[in-house]
């Protein structure tokens, strides 16, 4: 389930931005395809008129696409789990458009051979996995949970945190990397980040389309220049403003 919007506050159509003659989208359902270990692939828009074009890309690339709320992600979630049938539900974005199907592959193995309620590289912070590259594994039972009982505003939209903030409640696991690259920053959210990920693609997709977060990681240390163009950003800025909404709403 690839989460999708045009209306994004940081960088407003982000997903159509364009690298080596394809939109981001379009590169990350590319992307997303070739992990072994999906049965089906879904966007999840929302009604929003802006998002039309976001469905034609899903038609143009034969990828179901459902539309949903626009604010209340797990509202969304869920209801496009429910259209889908899933009973397992692997939870990716956008602005992710350099995930590495190994990984994608890597945590649903995880979730399937474990006993875990959830799983993910990046989730509970802090990772040893670069910012874009989140991967989230779940049943639709802790779904069907979730949106039963999330209320506040950064549950709703950050349609995950509801269970990786109770760890007493949920068994959760944490795939961690050997060496840490929390460091590099693969998302993209603002202008800077869409620079650096159109560089990565113009380095190494002529070569070799289905490049790996190694070969990113590689290529990013061989050209430190590139790897300047968004170390300023902090991150979580969209969680933080999550957060203040919930203190607005008297949430402690």
């Known amino acids: 389930m690839i989460q999708a919007r045009m209306s994004s506050v ?5 997903i159509m931005l364009k690298a080596c003659g394809k939109t981001l989208l379009e590169h990350l359902i590319d992307r997303v395809k070739q992990a072994k ?4 692939i879904m966007v999840a828009t929302t009604t929003n008129i802006k998002d039309n074009v976001v469905e034609q890309v899903c038609i143009d690339n034969n990828v179901e696409c459902f539309r949903g709320p626009e604010d209340d992600v797990l509202s969304r979630y869920k209801l496009a789990s429910d259209k889908a049938g899933a009973s397992i539900i692997v939870k990716l974005h956008a602005d992710s458009p350099l995930i590495d199907p190994i990984i994608i ?6 979730f399937l051979n474990g ?3 959830y799983v993910s590289n990046l989730f509970p912070k802090q990772g040893t996995y670069p ?5 989230e594994v779940f049943s639709s039972k802790t779904l069907e949970q979730v949106y039963n009982e999330a209320e506040r505003p950064s549950e709703r939209e950050h349609a995950s ?10 068994k959760l696991y944490r795939l961690d990397m050997t060496k840490n690259l929390s460091n590099y920053r693969l998302d993209v959210d603002y202008k800077e980040d869409y620079t650096l990920v159109k560089s990565v693609f113009e380095g190494l997709f002529p070569q070799n389309p289905y490049f790996t977060l190694n070969d990113i990681i590689s290529w990013l240390d061989s050209h430190p220049e590139v790897l300047k163009f968004n170390s300023h950003i902090k991150t ?6 999550s ?7 008297g949430f402690e």
């Open 37 to 40: 270990k999906l049965e089906k």
């Open 131 to 135: 910012e874009g590259t989140s991967v």
């Open 243 to 249: 957060l203040e909404k919930d203190r607005k709403l």
């Open 10 to 14: 940081r960088l407003p159509e982000k």
């Open 161 to 170: 945190s509801f269970i990786w903030k109770q760890p007493h409640r949920y």
């Open 105 to 110: 592959d890597k945590v649903i193995e995880i």
């Open 115 to 117: 006993d875990f309620d």
């Open 236 to 241: 979580d800025e969209g969680w933080s403003k």
